[in-house]
């Protein structure tokens, strides 16, 4: 079984920075593409960013491109959302996902297993 464990939201200012991981465990797949995903209270859950199994394609929402960079390292088995000029609207439970699909990556429906979350809150 698939874990995903999310760690490095908190509450920080906006204009600030926060860098999320999400460790993953237990898998059996050859090859993964990861997703990060957030949700805001009242909100539909929402695609954020995705890499490819290389790293050599990432994907982002038009909200937070050139803002927020995802990353993986393989060989610790972790991905990354480093997230810089945070805004008030980036408020949101942050959870990655990982999926066996190498395309349509913004679809939630694609992704197999999911984390249970980060709380990122950003201030005015």
């Known amino acids: 079984q698939v874990q995903l464990v999310e760690s490095g939201g908190g509450l920080v200012q906006a204009g600030g920075s926060l860098r999320l991981s999400c460790a993953a465990s237990?898998?059996?797949?050859?090859?993964?593409?990861m997703g990060w995903f957030r949700q805001a209270p009242g909100k539909e859950r929402e695609f954020v960013a995705a890499i490819s199994w290389s790293g050599g394609r990432t994907y982002y929402a038009d909200s937070v491109k050139g803002r927020f960079t995802i990353s993986r390292d393989n060989g610790k088995n972790t991905v990354y959302l480093q997230m810089n000029s945070l805004k008030p609207e980036d408020t949101a439970v942050y959870c990655c996902?990982?999926?066996?699909?190498?395309?349509?990556?913004?679809?939630?429906?694609?992704?197999?297993?999911w984390g249970q979350g980060t709380q990122v809150t950003v201030s005015t």
């Open positions: 237990g898998r059996t797949a050859s090859s993964y593409s």
């Open positions: 996902a990982e999926t066996t699909a190498g395309a349509g990556l913004y679809h939630t429906s694609l992704y197999d297993y």
